[in-house]
């Protein structure tokens, strides 16, 4: 099953946004979606053409709050998460990800995100304008992925993470 989630459902296509699609901005109450049993599951949230432009956002393993949204998005039973951050100097935290595969798309702007702890595959889409990536901390089995495109891009990654082996392993 996949969710789209944007002011143009269900036109939305996949992918990086080269021209902003849809906003996230009307949503003026709790959303929820539930993967259930199964596997494909999908949620795809395009907050691309965002009329408000600076937003702050924050997404853990269950939900997606802040970007103007009201009340925010909580989710579960998820194999796949994308969002699509709106343009403008955004500020995006990733305090924790569900065990499947999440994207962020940044867009264009100068824009922050925080990755404060990672499961499954994290990508990092810096996409256009000068963006600046702090990787605080992932768990063990995770993979993160930080791709640098248009713009002067700034990646900084920390050792001090509270989910790295206390003693070397071969």
């Known amino acids: 099953d996949t969710v789209n989630v944007s002011s143009v459902a269900p036109t939305l296509s996949t992918g990086p946004r080269t021209v902003p699609t849809g906003t996230i901005d009307n949503i003026n109450a709790k959303l929820t979606v539930n993967g259930g049993l199964g596997s494909g599951d999908v949620l795809n949230v395009d907050d691309s053409a965002a009329p408000i432009t600076d937003k702050t956002g924050t997404l853990t393993s269950t ?12 989710y579960l039973g998820l194999e796949q998460f994308h969002i ?7 500020t995006f ?8 595969a999440t994207t962020v798309y940044a867009a264009t702007g100068a824009d922050t995100v925080n990755v404060n702890s990672a499961s499954g595959q994290l990508t990092i889409n810096a996409e256009q304008g000068d963006d600046t990536v702090n990787v605080r901390a992932t768990s063990l089995q995770s993979t993160v992925t930080i791709n ?19 003693s070397p392993t071969e």
Do not use: C, Y
């Not at 699509?84 to 955004?90: D, R």
């Not at 640098?148 to 206390?166: I, M, Q, R, V, Y």
């Open 63 to 74: 939900m997606l709050r802040g970007l103007q949204l009201d009340e925010g998005i909580d």
């Open 84 to 90: 699509w951050v709106g343009t403008g100097a955004n």
């Open 93 to 100: 935290h990733v305090d924790s990800t569900h065990a499947g």
């Open 148 to 166: 640098g495109h248009e713009g002067a891009d700034t990646f900084n990654l920390s050792d001090e993470s509270p989910s790295k082996p206390t």
